[in-house]
């Protein structure tokens, strides 16, 4: 291997622009080429970067170590599988996939190439104020988990039009659960367990796409910890909060630092429990003023790729069980199942 890697991304919008300038402050790599179907309008990149407007041409033209992918849904299982067959380690956006049925096929093409790093985007775990709960709850300090209460919503389904793909279940997979909530649930696997009971009810009562609006759980661990979970495109604000409730005190995370700004503080309350004392309880407020987690996943990807250290968070194992996740939520409510046939095996 050269003493840099050779590093493409596939996918130039929004996400894919925030990868990339993180990817040129790394001196470990070189970004060498770059696909998006509008690379012709784009004045912001260096000139000796190899520009393709079709990513199937960039991954079979351009030798390179890994690829980037920040590509819409019903294209990403397909780079990802055809990069991981050219010999690329890949990062990728989430969701990893439509529905678990395709992310099987790219698990498959991933188990038979070992020696190559796969990695999905989740980086709200990179977040400060997850980073900071996290630590408290591994210290043991505030006790063991009871339940965790989140909701994370939009102001609106989508910024788009009706025509846009996000709105179409054959390209997007799913609407607000799968494109946003999907990221809460995978911080409530994050700090508990794995949920083996959902009861769900999704709906599409608003905006009336073939894509959920709205998505409500209730679920509940093999030890009994108990989620109660609320995706939302009809809060008309952009709102992030996660509750969690332990046997010595609580947790609440509120607000999420974003390049939009529009989630409001991102800060950490911790509520220490005081029987004799009730409803006056000792709190801490901790306040973040940073987002450090673009930089902090992608760094540690390229670092896993360096030093050979295996993918821990973001593996596709533990793609997967979000994923799966997301789709008991959808399963479980019988009427959206009819509605839309949401495959049940996988």
């Known amino acids: 291997m050269d003493k840099f890697l050779r590093v493409g991304i596939a996918g130039f919008g929004a996400v894919g622009k925030i990868r990339f ?22 004045s912001d990149l260096q000139p000796k970067i190899v520009t393709y407007k079709d990513f199937e041409e960039m991954i079979s033209n351009e030798t390179l170590d890994a690829l980037f992918i920040a590509l819409p849904n019903y294209l ?21 996939a439509r529905d678990p049925l395709e992310f099987k096929k790219v698990i498959e093409v991933a188990r038979k190439n070992p020696e190559l790093k796969l990695m999905y985007g989740f980086n709200h775990r990179y977040h400060p104020s997850v980073k900071k709960a996290m630590e408290i709850i591994s210290s043991g300090e505030l ?62 009562s608003y905006w009336n796409y073939d894509v959920e609006d709205n998505a409500y759980a209730l679920m509940q661990t093999e030890s009994g910890i108990v989620g109660l979970f609320h995706s939302s495109a009809t809060l008309w604000r952009h709102s992030f909060r996660l509750e969690i409730g ?6 609440l995370l509120s607000g999420i630092l974003s390049s939009t700004k529009s989630y409001g503080n991102e800060t950490i309350k911790l509520t220490w429990a005081n029987p004799e ?23 540690l990807f390229i670092d896993c790729l360096r030093k050979e250290i295996n993918i821990q968070f973001g593996s596709f194992e533990e793609a997967r069980k979000t994923l799966e996740l997301v789709y008991q939520i959808y399963n479980s409510d019988k009427e959206w199942n009819q509605k839309y046939l949401i495959e049940k095996n996988f």
């Open 246 to 251: 332990l046997t010595k005190g609580s947790i």
């Open 277 to 299: 004392k009730l409803g006056e309880p000792e709190e801490t407020t901790f306040a973040f003023h940073e987002d450090t987690s673009w930089a902090e996943e992608t760094n």
């Open 143 to 204: 006790g063991n988990i009871l339940n965790l209460r989140g909701e994370y919503g939009k102001s609106a389904i989508i910024k788009f039009s009706k025509n846009e793909w996000r709105a179409k279940r054959e390209f997007s997979g799913g609407g607000i659960l799968l494109d946003q909530g999907i990221h809460l649930l995978d911080l409530m696997r994050y700090f508990s367990e794995d949920f083996t009971s959902v009861h769900s009810v999704v709906k599409n």
């Open 76 to 96: 990403a299982a397909k780079a990802t599988m055809l990069a991981l067959n050219k010999g690329m380690h890949v990062f990728c956006e989430k969701p990893p």
């Open 21 to 42: 300038e993180i990817l040129l402050q790394n001196k470990a790599l070189k970004v060498v080429s770059i696909s998006d179907q509008n690379i012709e309008s784009r």
